[in-house]
C-alpha cells in the first residue's frame, strides 16, 4: 500500500510539487517493481 506524506496524493501534488510526490513514492515501491514501472522525466 502506498501512502501519502499529507492527507492525500493530490495534496501532496499541490503542495510539495511533483519532484517531492516522486520522492515519496519512488521509496515505497519494491525494487521489481520500480525497474518494471518507473519511468524517468525530464
Known amino acids: 500500500m502506498l501512502s501519502p506524506v499529507l ?3 493530490n495534496e501532496d501534488l499541490r503542495r510539495l ?3 517531492a510526490l516522486r ?3 519512488r521509496v515505497q515501491l519494491a525494487p ?3 525497474a518494471r514501472f ?3 522525466t525530464g
Open 38 to 40: 518507473w519511468l524517468e
Open 7 to 9: 492527507e492525500d496524493f
Open 32 to 34: 521489481p517493481d520500480v
Open 17 to 19: 510539487g511533483i519532484g
Open 23 to 25: 520522492a515519496n513514492l
